[in-house]
């Protein structure tokens, strides 16, 4: 019996995925499958064959078929995309075609559940999510219109009442009056200068409000101001701080002067620097008073306050009707400054307020110096009995005057009458005349400060005191001419200098009426000053031009330093001063600029060689040498 053998099947196809790269009849056959699905192909009479198979049956196909290959090109247009769009554009009244390169299909969207911060958002989002669902309200029963009571209740009325004030009757009363054309023009007059008042009191407190404004910003302009002049001048500040000549090691012991800063102001251009004068609370201001010593030019005068921290313009400026001669500044206040006129007046500037006139001035009609003023001094005293503050000051009229500062006035009393040594003149009727005293200079003692010396223009010195103002206690035979000034030592109390136009500069010890040293100038000298850092150096300036320096300990008979400073000839030099606690001095000349000028190390080997600390012991050791040299001086007459 022999077996049957199955026919060979054909082989079977697996279905083609999406990422198959062969199709064939597949193609065909899912065609055919979408018309059958769609009934498109009911209608038409199909074999019974094609009837019979299933759909999910694999096509068959022969190997040419499947070795068929077919390109299959992929992209990413969108086929159902419109190409040729065309609208109306208002703006331009034309249709346009519009291109449109957007392609991408959306095949899925699901709403975000994730809500923004930004409100706006937020409030659309929620808008577009449900409502949770909670637990439904309680139903309430509707109520009975059927259950109703009745209530009715009685209130208390309260009775009324009339109430009546008693009160005064408004005040009457009768006014009759008669009105012309000329009333009723005083009445519009009246209130336009009423009017005139309230608008000049607002203009006037506007004013006051723009000077409250630029006064809280000129403090900041000062500033500003002295940070451009240090730029401006660095070079000169460098060497005022830091400069140190050291040429003085081979030309020893001699020294020499450098020339920093030029003070002036324009108005003073002309004019003679007649006085300078440091602060003693402020080591960087110093007053300086402008005038004319010749009779026959006189003009105005200025008093200026210049700083080192800015040279390019003065602190204060202000100017008088008169020439000014001399000037001191109070130590306890040092807002307060005294200053003497040409023509006899004594004035007192207040700098603190900033007023440019006289806070205190001379009644002209009493106490005034009546004589024409050649050289006046003031110097601040102690305070008096009543603790008001008072200065000398000392006139060619003869006179030794106290002023003594009030509210609002300066009284005087008249010390001493300068009365020259010489015989009385005859007058008229046999009387005999006194020939009145020219003071040009005074000077008070450093620890008995009722003592004082005079000087005067014939050259004679008194020494006075104001215990015993109808006589003298001592009249020294100084000069042949005119004494110009008296210094006293800082450190020795019974030491002092003067200077006169007979070209000498002389040291005195005021118990002995003679002096001690002379220094011949070979001109006029205008000015003297000891040193404040030591006991035995002093300067002069001559009216040729020059500034001497004197060290005592270092040479007793010659300048250590001699030095022209002004370049200008018919330039005199009229006024010179020590500071405090710098080593600079300033000198004023007959052109109206104050110059100063820095000290070079062997003009201040006393200070740079004092190796203690102890102001007290260090003044001991200054008048340990000049007593050293007084007694040499001494032994040898």
């Known amino acids: 019996m022999s077996a049957k053998v199955p026919p ?11 990422s198959a790269t062969k199709i064939g009849k597949v193609e065909m056959a899912r065609k055919a499958r979408a018309k059958s699905l769609t009934g498109a192909m009911f209608d038409e009479e199909e074999p019974e064959e094609e009837m019979n198979k299933s759909y999910d049956e ?40 519009i291109s449109i390169t957007d392609h991408t299909v959306h095949h899925i969207e699901i709403p975000s559940k994730v809500i923004t911060p930004k409100p706006n958002e937020s409030r659309r989002t929620s808008t577009n999510e449900p409502e949770e ?79 409250d404004d630029l006064s809280k910003i000129s403090l900041t302009i000062k500033i500003m101001e002295r940070m451009v002049n240090q730029n401006i001048f660095d070079e000169i500040m460098q060497d005022f701080k830091y400069w140190e000549d050291k040429a003085d090691e081979f030309r020893l012991p001699d020294g020499m002067l450098l020339p920093l800063w030029k003070f002036s102001h324009d108005d003073a251009r002309g004019l003679t620097v007649t006085a300078v004068k440091w602060s003693l609370r402020y080591h960087d201001l110093f007053a ?54 040409y023509d006899g007046n004594v004035a007192v500037f207040d700098v603190k307020s900033g007023n440019k006139s006289p806070k205190f001035q001379c009644d002209p009609k009493e106490g005034k110096h009546q004589n024409p003023v050649w050289k006046v001094r003031v110097r601040w005293q102690e305070n008096n009995l009543d603790g008001n503050l008072n200065f000398v000051s000392i006139s060619s009229d003869g006179r030794v005057t106290n002023w003594v500062l009030f509210k609002s006035e300066l ?15 005859e007058g008229p009727g046999g009387a005999q005349l006194d020939i009145k ?23 004679q010195m008194f020494r006075c005191s104001k215990i015993y103002s109808n006589r003298f206690l001592q009249t020294y035979v100084a000069h042949s001419m005119a004494i110009h000034e008296i210094s006293w030592n800082a450190y020795h109390p019974d030491i002092f200098l003067t200077c006169s136009a007979d070209w000498t500069v002389k040291l005195w010890d005021y118990k ?98 004092n190796k203690t600390t102890d102001p007290e012991k260090f003044k001991e050791l200054e008048m340990g040498k000049l007593l050293k040299i007084l007694a040499i001086v001494r032994l040898s007459e």
């Open 133 to 211: 669902v909670g637990k439904p309200a309680p139903i309430k029963p509707a109520p009975n219109k059927f259950n109703y009571n009745d209530r009715a209740a009685q209130t208390y009325n309260l009775p009324v009442r009339k109430q009546e004030m008693q009160t005064l009757p408004p005040p009457r009363q009768v006014i009759i009056g008669n009105v012309s054309q000329g009333e009723i023009y005083d009445a519009y007059t009246a209130y336009a200068e009423q009017m005139a008042k309230v608008k000049g009191q607002r203009k006037e407190e506007s004013s006051d409000s723009l000077a």
């Open 411 to 425: 009284r005087f009393a008249d010390i001493v009458h300068l009365r020259t040594q010489t015989a009385p003149l």
């Open 58 to 97: 694999p096509v068959q196909l022969t190997d040419p078929e499947l070795k068929e290959e077919i390109t299959r090109v992929l992209t990413t247009e969108n086929p159902n995309q419109i190409k040729n769009l065309i609208v109306f554009n208002y703006k331009e009244m034309a249709f346009q075609q």
């Open 8 to 18: 060979k099947k054909p082989p079977i196809v697996p279905p083609l995925t999406t």
């Open 512 to 609: 002995i009426n003679r002096p001690l040293f002379v220094f011949d100038l070979n001109s006029s000298v205008a000015d003297v000053a000891w040193a404040p850092y030591a006991a035995t150096v002093f300067a002069a300036c001559t009216s040729d031009g020059k500034v001497f320096v004197f060290d005592l300990h270092v040479n007793k008979y010659k300048a250590v330093c001699e030095q022209i400073v002004v370049q200008k000839k018919g330039t005199a030099l009229s006024s010179i001063s020590f500071n405090q606690l710098h080593p600079i001095i300033v000198a004023g000349d007959s052109k109206g600029f104050t110059t100063c000028l820095k000290l070079s190390p062997n003009l201040r080997r006393a200070f740079k060689d």
């Open 288 to 341: 300086a008073t402008y005038g004319s010593v010749d009779y026959l030019k006189q003009q105005y005068g200025i008093i200026c306050i210049h700083t080192l921290k800015n040279p390019a313009y003065p602190e204060f400026m202000a100017s008088v009707d008169s020439g000014l001669l001399c000037v001191d500044i109070n130590p306890q206040q040092p807002y307060l400054i005294a200053v003497g006129y």
């Open 437 to 459: 005293g020219a003071g040009t200079a005074i000077a008070f003692h450093r620890v008995n400060k009722s003592l004082f010396i005079v000087g005067t223009e014939e050259g």
